[in-house]
């Protein structure tokens, strides 16, 4: 079993319809899969010529942690998504079917790390930034990042987890984004969480969902554990009172 501790010193989260400390207090109560139209979230904090290079899904990043981001320098940035860019992977693939010209800029950002680079650039930040691409459990994987960079003197790690739904053609390999959602933790040392890995004793049934999701009632003070399996790896976060 490994552990590690730390702090969750503040959080935001973003889905269609679901702002507020109050939306996500009556999601988590009552989970349903939510309407996921286009909309996105408000990033009007950029100036104009800045927001027309984000995608949606830079969108939700921006929206979750620019706020975090407010008032500090030098903090180092873990991005996750699965899935990343596929709207825009989509676009490229489609015009190169139809022997199109591929765009240099849809193709730039449409690469993982691409938020992270646009992060970099619009907030004039040069600190550690990496962007993960792991399976179901990703949010553990970047936790293991954040408190790695904790371990060697880090104040703070910004952590930010977002996906969204796929395009129609990816619907029959991709099902694990009920609703396009993103997730923003500013990491500091502490013992106030906990998270542990174990191997599972017996079969574990696949989670209903995403784990960034299902941390949120413990997030809002409503439980103090949750557990997150994925393949042959149990999760367990503690939240100390």
Not at 68 to 73: E, F, K, S, Y
Not at 133 to 148: P, R, S, V
């Amino acid at each position: 079993m490994s552990v590690i501790n730390f702090n969750i010193a503040q959080w935001r989260a973003w889905a269609p319809g679901l702002e507020s400390v109050d939306d996500w207090q009556a999601w988590s109560r009552q989970p349903v899969v939510l309407a996921d139209n286009d909309a996105a979230p408000d990033v009007s904090f950029l100036p104009a010529m800045q927001r027309r290079r984000l995608s949606r899904l830079a969108r939700m990043a921006f929206s979750v942690g620019w706020p975090l981001a407010d008032g500090r320098q030098d903090l180092p940035l873990v991005f996750i998504s699965r899935h990343g860019e596929t709207p825009r992977t989509v676009d490229i693939l489609t015009d190169l079917a139809h022997d199109q010209p591929l765009s240099p800029t849809q193709f730039s950002l449409s690469v993982h790390n691409a938020i992270i680079g646009l992060w970099s650039i619009m907030r004039g930040e040069t600190s550690e930034m990496t962007a993960l691409a792991a399976a179901g459990d990703g949010l553990e994987h970047g936790m293991l990042e954040a408190a790695a960079l904790l371990n060697e003197g880090e104040p703070a790690v910004l952590l930010v987890i977002t996906e969204e739904r796929p395009p129609q053609a990816y619907s029959s390999w991709i099902d694990d984004v009920p609703f396009a959602y993103a997730l923003g933790l500013l990491i500091t040392p502490g013992n106030d969480w906990q998270l542990s890995l174990n191997s599972p004793g017996n079969m574990l049934s696949k989670p209903r969902w995403p784990h960034a999701l299902s941390l949120l009632p413990a997030l809002l003070g409503q439980q103090t554990t949750c557990q997150h399996a994925w393949n042959d790896r149990v999760w367990t976060w503690q939240r100390n009172l």
